[in-house]
């Protein structure tokens, strides 16, 4: 029987049974739409990383504090922290690799100013942070060198808290209080956007690390120092670069571990990204059990169809028909089947991703590569499940076919 006819009376099968046809393929419709629409959404969380970690620099190192050892037991990471001012200085003044360094000094306070407060982390940092986070200001300018020898009250506002205490965008020119010292805002920084994880970074006052290590932190040790090199090509030389700079200056010996820890975009993008692709593999897992009740659905209603069309199948051979003929026809059926649920679950797939893409924000729009094995894992499906059904109506005696009432 040729392919055109196979797949016309397969056809007719099917719309004979409109309902049936539809219930039996819905598990295939909801497991090829639930698939894709994983996919999608771990697709789209893996480049809005991407975009992210872009937007936290260009050929950006981090150098954070060690783990602390406690009865031969690591404490876990930034437990053991030996960063000073110092360190920053020494990574600028010898390395050759290295195009911008920056110490960073944290604190967390209520801000006053303009039309109230807001709760910020106000970061100590050099002229060079805004070189290797690649962020420009919007309004006004960035603070220079001679305020951080100077150690100046000035400040540079993140968007976030711009908006908050002074709505009217007159920002710059405003004098506000950190734990009741004045100072004076200079600039606002353009807007970054949110981390991978949710964290806001515009939420955010950056000042000289002089005037915040001696004003407002007090400390001596400070949580992270950046630095960027020359091009991406650098990186892992800067990163031993950094090493052993950071090491002669801890004075640590050749057997001892280091107490600081320099991570790379690349690095901290692979971290990111591998937690999504599991989570989008766990849930495209969780989501193709549809895929197999679809098919089970799809066996059961074949195995039906054989039962009905008993008579039919045992006249058909009776006229000749080879049992080739009848196992290939019933198996046609149930890959028609399986694909058209296949496409009606693409059409789902791309509907449910559009509307989560426009809630979140995010990019979730379907591959062609995986539209071509959504619809041939359908075809599998149909393969699969449909070739017992297939086998039992080609193995039917055509005598006792035509005796079934």
């Known amino acids: 029987m040729?392919?055109?006819?196979?797949?016309?009376?397969?056809?007719?099968?099917?719309?004979?049974?409109?309902?049936?046809?539809?219930?039996?393929?819905?598990?295939?419709?909801?497991?090829?739409?639930?698939?894709?629409?994983?996919?999608?959404?771990?697709?789209?969380?893996?480049?809005?990383?991407?975009?992210?970690?872009?937007?936290?620099?260009?050929?950006?190192?981090?150098?954070?504090?060690?783990?602390a050892m406690q009865g031969g037991v690591s404490q876990g990471a930034q437990t053991f922290n030996r960063l000073t001012i110092e360190d920053a200085e020494m990574l600028r003044s010898q390395s050759f690799l290295l195009s911008a360094v920056s110490p960073v000094v944290m604190t967390r306070t209520q801000v006053i100013g303009g039309a109230g407060n807001w709760r910020t982390n106000v970061l100590g940092v050099d002229v060079d942070y805004q070189q290797i986070r690649d962020w420009p200001v919007r309004d006004g300018v960035f603070f220079e060198e001679s305020d951080v020898?100077?150690?100046?009250?000035?400040?540079?506002?993140?968007?976030?808290?711009?908006?908050?205490?002074?709505?009217?965008?007159?920002?710059?020119?405003?004098?506000?209080?950190?734990?009741?010292?004045?100072?004076?805002?200079?600039?606002?920084?353009?807007?970054?956007?949110?981390?991978?994880?949710?964290?806001?970074?515009?939420?955010?006052?950056?000042?000289?690390?002089t005037t915040v290590q001696t004003r407002l932190s007090g400390r001596v040790f400070i949580p992270q120092i950046l630095a960027s090199t020359f091009s991406p090509e650098d990186i892992p030389a800067a990163q031993e670069e950094i090493r052993a700079i950071l090491r002669a200056s801890h004075r640590l010996a050749p057997n001892e571990p280091d107490d600081f820890t320099v991570r790379n975009q690349s690095e901290i993008a692979e971290a990111a990204q591998s937690t999504t692709q599991v989570m989008t593999m766990l849930l495209a897992a969780i989501a193709s059990i549809s895929l197999v009740v679809g098919g089970i659905g799809i066996m059961n209603i074949m195995l039906v169809s054989v039962t009905e069309r008993t008579r039919e199948i045992g006249l058909r051979l009776a006229l000749g028909a080879r049992s080739r003929d009848v196992l290939t026809q019933f198996l046609v059926e149930s890959i028609v089947m399986s694909l058209i649920g296949g496409l009606l679950g693409l059409a789902l797939g791309v509907l449910a991703s559009s509307a989560i893409a426009h809630v979140t924000g995010w990019s979730a729009a379907l591959s062609p590569t995986m539209v071509v094995i959504a619809l041939g894992f359908s075809g599998a499906v149909g393969v699969f499940f449909g070739y017992y059904p297939a086998r039992r109506a080609a193995a039917l005696d055509p005598i006792q076919a035509l005796r079934y009432e």
């Open 149 to 209: 020898r100077a150690m100046r009250k000035v400040v540079v506002l993140g968007a976030t808290v711009a908006d908050n205490l002074f709505p009217n965008g007159d920002a710059v020119g405003q004098q506000i209080r950190i734990r009741d010292v004045p100072v004076q805002v200079i600039g606002v920084l353009a807007p970054k956007g949110q981390t991978a994880d949710g964290g806001d970074q515009d939420d955010v006052i950056l000042a000289p690390y």
């Open 2 to 67: 040729k392919a055109k006819t196979l797949v016309k009376v397969a056809g007719q099968s099917i719309v004979k049974n409109k309902m049936r046809t539809l219930l039996t393929m819905l598990g295939i419709i909801i497991g090829v739409g639930a698939v894709n629409v994983m996919v999608a959404i771990g697709s789209g969380a893996q480049r809005q990383i991407e975009r992210q970690i872009q937007a936290l620099g260009t050929n950006m190192l981090v150098i954070t504090p060690g783990s």
